[in-house]
Nanobody, 122 residues
């Protein structure tokens, strides 16, 4: 599976952004897709994932209630709606795909998209 992420940018605290990730060249039937992020000097951390079959969702505690993940089966695309953004959300966000049982461990992901930078600053 190849992944192509988009949607990062600069936003003020309290603002919103939407990230998207398109999957191609592979089967998603057993996959979960989602997002990790990595801030400067920190390890990559889990943000959110959604199972391709069933649409089961998980969120990191730091983003619960602010971020919403969704999928569009017809377009092999997932979205991450990020609201009430905080400076601590600043990071490079990576789309990933892996067996649903492999989440949220980044070392067990099968595919990665290129990162997209999200900067939350006034």
């Amino acid at each position: 599976v190849q992944l192509q992420a988009s949607g990062g940018g600069l936003v003020q605290p309290g603002g919103s952004l939407r990230l998207s990730c398109v999957a191609s060249r592979g089967s998603l039937s057993r996959e979960g897709m989602g997002w990790f992020r990595q801030a400067p000097g920190k390890e990559r951390e889990f943000v959110s994932m959604i199972s391709w079959i069933g649409g089961i969702k998980f969120y990191a505690d730091a983003v619960k209630g602010r971020f919403t993940i969704s999928k569009d089966n017809a377009k092999n695309t997932i979205h991450l709606e990020m609201n009430s953004l905080k400076p601590e959300d600043t990071a490079v966000y990576y789309c990933a795909a892996g067996d649903t049982e492999a989440w949220p461990r980044p070392e067990r992901m099968d595919s990665w998209g290129q990162g997209t930078l999200v900067t939350v600053s006034s």
